[in-house]
């Protein structure tokens, strides 16, 4: 018998734990509204084909007395990244990640 379990419905929904240092960076993307739900994947630039892609979900995330949709990708080895949307390979984004730093961008809308 096979069982299907869908995706977390609640990820995303509280902190995002940072580990960041030496080669590894972390990025937050600031999202226009509207496009929360969404998974966006990111690919470094050198990308052979190969490999797991990591992909997050667009949700809103408090920024002083307020909310802001964006990205979150908690760990990456230092370079240049693709942005895109989930199931599609258009680049909406590219930008680069320093190691032991927060990289910050913003969708274009």
């Given at each position: 018998?096979?069982?299907?379990?869908?995706?977390?419905?609640?990820?995303?929904?509280?902190?995002?734990?940072?580990?960041?240092?030496?080669?590894?960076?972390?990025?937050?993307?600031?999202?226009?509204?509207?496009?929360?739900?969404?998974?966006?994947?990111?690919?470094?630039?050198?990308?052979?084909?190969?490999?797991?892609?990591?992909?997050?979900?667009?949700?809103?995330?408090?920024?002083?007395?307020?909310?802001v949709?964006?990205?979150?990708?908690?760990?990456?080895?230092?370079?240049?990244?693709q942005?895109?949307?989930?199931?599609?390979?258009?680049?909406?984004?590219?930008?680069?990640?320093?190691?032991?730093?927060?990289?910050?961008?913003?969708?274009?809308?």
């Open positions: 018998m096979t069982h299907v379990h869908p995706e977390n419905p609640h990820a995303g929904q509280g902190s995002v734990l940072l580990d960041i240092g030496g080669d590894v960076g972390a990025l937050v993307v600031t999202m226009p509204d509207g496009l929360e739900g969404r998974e966006v994947e990111i690919r470094p630039t050198t990308y052979d084909g190969s490999g797991h892609l990591p992909h997050v979900a667009v949700v809103r995330r408090p920024v002083g007395t307020s909310t949709p964006s990205l979150v990708f908690p760990e990456l080895r230092e370079g240049r990244y942005l895109y949307e989930k199931g599609t390979h258009d680049v909406r984004l590219v930008t680069e990640v320093t190691g032991g730093v927060v990289a910050e961008a913003t969708w274009p809308a």
